[in-house]
């Protein structure tokens, strides 16, 4: 590691954009599959890993929900939680807010207790060790709403145990309005509310996400960028932006990180936060988003203070718990 990768590995932050399904790594897919007699349409790690090219969202969605069907017992989740959590430790994670697709796991028969019962029990382990956070229950948005709505109210008891909802899966064809009751029924039960938007899809779905799902942080949202008012509005309110560079290319939606607009929107006063959303397909873990950065943009390097406050501050943490985080970036930043 070069000496200012050391740097950046041990900048404090808060991950707020990542799905824990998309932290499957290929090694724990054959380790799963075995243990579960799981038969896999791939004869080795290597050849899963080489299928990791994709050329649009849904081309990725399609392996990452195959790729699933060896997760089923509560044990299954609570190892893909905790080796998470570890290497997020890693990285320098502190406090992560986890999004989980309920749905892609109950349509296949898996109870969403086992699901989130798991989960829990690796945040514990974590808290344990020195991370905290919570869960997002995930909305499948190219799914049924009813099924949204089913999947929330047979959660509903368990309410608090969740931080928040959001909404993933394929953006466009499915705006965030679609989802309106449901978001309005989590608001109900006391949860935070943040949603996809402008990933693929347009502007005009950040705009629907605020206005009519009450989305109290956009994640991705570098669309917003096309429209000038929302940007200012995104500014003036600080509603938060969840980027995620090594996803974005990845998935086509900016073709190199060089081309990137975090510049632009630290630039503009967005609050921006770098996270990395499905780091076990897209090649990096939120330092390696970090770094991936600053190799692309030097300039970041002067950034990467602001990018961990401002994860901070976009977190759904208590205040006291914002107050300890920000405590260990002013011992970070007093020894860089
Ligand atoms: N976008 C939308 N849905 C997703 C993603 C993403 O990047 N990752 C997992 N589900
Ligand atoms: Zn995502």
Same mark, same amino acid.
């Given at each position: 590691m070069a000496p /200012?990768? %050391?740097?950046?590995?041990?900048?404090?932050?808060?991950?707020?954009?990542?799905?824990?399904?998309?932290?499957?790594?290929?090694?724990l897919v054959f380790e799963l599959a075995e243990n579960n007699g799981v038969?896999?349409?791939?004869?080795? @790690?290597?050849?899963?890993?080489? $299928?990791?090219?994709?050329?649009?969202?849904q081309s990725f969605l399609d392996l990452y929900?195959?790729?699933?069907? !060896?997760?089923? %017992?509560?044990?299954?989740?609570?190892?893909?939680? +905790?080796?998470?959590?570890?290497?997020?430790?890693?990285?320098? @994670?502190?406090?992560?807010?986890?999004?989980?697709?309920?749905?892609?796991? %109950?349509?296949?028969?898996?109870?969403? +207790?086992? !699901?989130?019962?798991?989960?829990?029990d690796a945040l514990e382990a974590g808290a344990r060790k020195g991370i905290s956070g919570g869960l997002i229950l995930s909305f499948l948005r190219d799914r049924p709403v009813a099924e949204a709505l089913e999947t929330l109210e047979s959660l509903a008891h368990r309410a608090g145990d969740l931080l928040g909802v959001g909404?993933?899966?394929?953006?466009?064809?499915?705006?965030? +309005?679609?989802? %309106?009751? !449901?978001? &309005?029924? &989590?608001?109900?039960?006391?949860?935070?509310?943040? #949603?996809h938007a402008g990933e693929e899809g347009p502007a005009a779905y950040v705009r629907e996400a605020l206005d009519l799902l009450g989305a109290e942080r956009i994640d991705h949202g570098i669309r917003s960028l096309e429209d000038p008012e929302l940007i200012e509005r995104l500014r003036r309110e600080r509603i938060p932006l969840t980027v995620c560079?090594? /996803?974005?290319?990845?998935?086509?939606?900016?073709?190199? *990180?060089?081309?990137h607009p975090i510049l632009d929107l630290l630039d503009k006063e967005i609050l921006v936060t770098v996270n990395s959303d499905d780091p076990a397909y897209f090649g990096g873990y939120l330092a390696d988003n970090m770094a991936g950065l600053v190799d692309a943009f030097?300039? *970041?390097?002067?950034?990467? +203070? $602001?990018? &961990?406050?401002?994860? @901070?501050? #976009?977190?759904?943490?208590?205040?006291?718990?914002? &107050?300890?985080?920000?405590?260990?970036?002013d011992e970070w930043a007093s020894r860089a």
């Amino acid at each position: 590691m070069a000496p /200012s990768n %050391t740097r950046i590995f041990s900048l404090p932050t808060a991950e707020l954009h990542l799905h824990i399904e998309g932290t499957l790594e290929p090694e724990l897919v054959f380790e799963l599959a075995e243990n579960n007699g799981v038969a896999l349409p791939f004869d080795s @790690v290597e050849a899963l890993r080489e $299928r990791y090219q994709f050329t649009s969202l849904q081309s990725f969605l399609d392996l990452y929900y195959d790729c699933m069907s !060896v997760l089923q %017992t509560r044990a299954d989740f609570r190892t893909l939680g +905790e080796r998470y959590l570890e290497r997020a430790y890693e990285q320098g @994670v502190r406090h992560a807010e986890i999004f989980f697709d309920a749905q892609a796991h %109950t349509i296949r028969g898996v109870d969403a +207790e086992e !699901v989130l019962d798991g989960l829990l029990d690796a945040l514990e382990a974590g808290a344990r060790k020195g991370i905290s956070g919570g869960l997002i229950l995930s909305f499948l948005r190219d799914r049924p709403v009813a099924e949204a709505l089913e999947t929330l109210e047979s959660l509903a008891h368990r309410a608090g145990d969740l931080l928040g909802v959001g909404l993933d899966s394929a953006e466009v064809g499915y705006p965030p +309005e679609l989802f %309106t009751p !449901v978001f &309005a029924r &989590a608001k109900e039960l006391g949860l935070r509310l943040v #949603a996809h938007a402008g990933e693929e899809g347009p502007a005009a779905y950040v705009r629907e996400a605020l206005d009519l799902l009450g989305a109290e942080r956009i994640d991705h949202g570098i669309r917003s960028l096309e429209d000038p008012e929302l940007i200012e509005r995104l500014r003036r309110e600080r509603i938060p932006l969840t980027v995620c560079p090594l /996803s974005n290319v990845k998935l086509a939606v900016i073709p190199t *990180l060089a081309e990137h607009p975090i510049l632009d929107l630290l630039d503009k006063e967005i609050l921006v936060t770098v996270n990395s959303d499905d780091p076990a397909y897209f090649g990096g873990y939120l330092a390696d988003n970090m770094a991936g950065l600053v190799d692309a943009f030097p300039a *970041l390097d002067g950034a990467l +203070e $602001r990018l &961990a406050r401002n994860s @901070v501050e #976009a977190s759904f943490a208590s205040d006291e718990r914002k &107050a300890e985080l920000h405590a260990l970036i002013d011992e970070w930043a007093s020894r860089a």
